[in-house]
């Protein structure tokens, strides 16, 4: 049985939150690992926030995860991560990505956006490893910018924490997209998952 495991994504609308959940869902449905999830969509359209729920293993009866208790914070978008800091705890991980989306309503004035250094400081006070990565310019390495998000799953299963097998994420990623798309979504998972084996290894871990 799949040792419980608390997911938490979050970004901002169009980063494609949504769809890594679905991959990841689908990943663990394949792999027969129990999956419950909840989705608050916000005013997504709009460029708002994102958050996805997603808890694996088979102690979990409840879609949401308790404050405090999340074992991985997945944070297409930086500032996210601190309005959902309080889900962290003194073992959570969060891996990053370091490109920001910064709300029209700073460029209106009616709202500021933390700096970077401002971000990782509160993260890593939280957390017990946080890892900030440009998943924006792998995406790019990859040859598509949409696959931003493929590049966050990439780097989740980078973490050595999933209980799914990689082949099956690689699978769902193949079988959700048509032949061309599949082939760069590929390249990008695999750009994720190396860069955080990297920052793991250069941490020792």
Known sequence: MAKELDIIICGVGGQGVV?????????????????????????????????????????????????????????????????????????SMVILNSREVVPYTVFLGSSGYPGPEEILDKLNKVAERVINLDATRLAEEAGNLQSTNVVMLGALFGSGLMSIKIETAKAVIQARFPARAAEANLKAFN??????QKALKGAGV
């Open 19 to 91: 769809l890594m959940s679905e991959l990841l869902g689908n990943a663990a449905v394949r792999d027969g690992i129990e999956v419950k999830g909840s989705e608050v969509l916000g005013m997504a359209q709009r460029g708002g926030s994102v958050f996805s729920n997603i808890r694996l293993g088979s102690g979990v009866y409840a879609p949401l995860t308790p404050e405090g208790k999340c074992d991985i914070l997945i944070a297409v978008e930086p500032s996210e991560a601190l309005r959902n800091i309080h889900y962290l705890s003194k073992t």
């Open 191 to 196: 750009l994720g998952y190396q860069e955080v």
